[in-house]
Protein backbone atom coordinates (compact mmCIF):
# COMPACT_ATOMS: atom_id res chain seq x y z
CA UNK A 1 0.00 0.00 0.00
CA UNK A 2 1.47 3.84 -0.99
CA UNK A 3 -0.34 6.85 -0.78
CA UNK A 4 1.11 10.07 -2.86
CA UNK A 5 0.60 13.38 -0.86
CA UNK A 6 0.52 16.45 -3.69
CA UNK A 7 1.15 19.23 -1.48
CA UNK A 8 1.00 19.74 1.98
CA UNK A 9 1.55 22.66 4.66
CA UNK A 10 1.95 23.18 8.33
CA UNK A 11 1.83 26.11 10.03
CA UNK A 12 3.15 26.48 13.75
CA UNK A 13 1.80 29.01 15.99
CA UNK A 14 3.18 30.29 19.24
CA UNK A 15 0.75 28.67 21.60
CA UNK A 16 1.55 25.08 20.97
CA UNK A 17 -0.99 24.83 17.92
CA UNK A 18 -0.48 24.02 14.45
CA UNK A 19 -2.71 24.06 11.46
CA UNK A 20 -1.91 21.00 9.22
CA UNK A 21 -3.86 20.61 5.31
CA UNK A 22 -2.66 18.35 3.30
CA UNK A 23 -4.12 17.51 -0.53
CA UNK A 24 -3.61 14.06 -2.35
CA UNK A 25 -5.57 12.41 -5.23
CA UNK A 26 -8.71 10.20 -4.27
CA UNK A 27 -8.82 6.50 -5.44
CA UNK A 28 -7.65 5.58 -8.64
CA UNK A 29 -10.11 6.17 -11.52
CA UNK A 30 -11.96 9.06 -9.97
CA UNK A 31 -9.56 11.88 -11.11
CA UNK A 32 -10.74 14.15 -7.81
CA UNK A 33 -8.72 15.31 -4.69
CA UNK A 34 -9.04 15.30 -1.15
CA UNK A 35 -7.87 17.69 1.34
CA UNK A 36 -7.40 16.93 4.56
CA UNK A 37 -7.12 19.89 7.11
CA UNK A 38 -6.65 19.17 11.02
CA UNK A 39 -5.76 21.69 14.04
CA UNK A 40 -3.16 19.37 16.37
CA UNK A 41 -1.31 20.01 18.96
CA UNK A 42 2.48 20.42 19.25
CA UNK A 43 5.88 20.20 21.25
CA UNK A 44 9.59 20.66 20.45
CA UNK A 45 12.62 19.73 22.45
CA UNK A 46 15.77 21.16 21.02
CA UNK A 47 15.57 19.91 17.44
CA UNK A 48 12.87 17.27 17.47
CA UNK A 49 9.29 17.84 17.51
CA UNK A 50 6.07 15.54 18.34
CA UNK A 51 2.53 16.65 16.69
CA UNK A 52 -0.84 14.86 18.34
CA UNK A 53 -4.43 15.47 17.92
CA UNK A 54 -5.63 17.46 20.68
CA UNK A 55 -6.59 14.94 23.58
CA UNK A 56 -5.40 12.41 21.79
CA UNK A 57 -1.48 11.85 22.55
CA UNK A 58 -1.12 8.84 20.30
CA UNK A 59 -4.02 6.38 21.95
CA UNK A 60 -6.15 7.33 18.67
CA UNK A 61 -3.83 7.08 16.14
CA UNK A 62 0.13 7.64 15.95
CA UNK A 63 1.81 10.95 16.64
CA UNK A 64 3.75 12.53 14.17
CA UNK A 65 7.42 12.25 15.12
CA UNK A 66 10.34 14.27 13.61
CA UNK A 67 13.36 16.53 13.39
CA UNK A 68 13.05 20.51 13.31
CA UNK A 69 15.58 23.34 12.18
CA UNK A 70 15.88 26.59 10.87
CA UNK A 71 15.14 25.49 7.41
CA UNK A 72 13.03 22.38 7.81
CA UNK A 73 10.83 20.09 9.10
CA UNK A 74 11.00 16.14 8.46
CA UNK A 75 7.66 14.18 9.78
CA UNK A 76 6.76 10.43 9.64
CA UNK A 77 4.88 8.11 12.24
CA UNK A 78 5.39 7.31 15.58
CA UNK A 79 5.32 3.48 15.31
CA UNK A 80 8.38 0.96 15.68
CA UNK A 81 9.97 0.10 13.64
CA UNK A 82 10.33 3.55 11.86
CA UNK A 83 9.26 4.65 8.84
CA UNK A 84 11.60 6.54 6.84
CA UNK A 85 10.79 10.10 6.96
CA UNK A 86 6.94 10.53 5.25
CA UNK A 87 6.70 14.66 5.24
CA UNK A 88 9.54 17.11 4.64
CA UNK A 89 8.94 20.78 4.83
CA UNK A 90 10.67 23.94 3.66
CA UNK A 91 10.07 26.76 5.80
CA UNK A 92 8.59 29.59 4.74
CA UNK A 93 9.49 32.65 6.69
CA UNK A 94 5.85 34.49 7.27
CA UNK A 95 6.80 37.21 9.39
CA UNK A 96 7.05 40.51 8.08
CA UNK A 97 10.64 41.01 9.93
Known amino acids: ?29 TGGDSTIAAQV ?19 CIP ?4 AISDTSLTLTYDVTPRFTPIYHFSRIRTDPH
Request: overall charge negative; charged content about 25%.
Open 41 to 59: EYEIHGDSIRLALPGCRGT
Open 1 to 29: ISSVVQSASLTLRFDGRATWFARAPTDAG
Open 63 to 66: DDVG
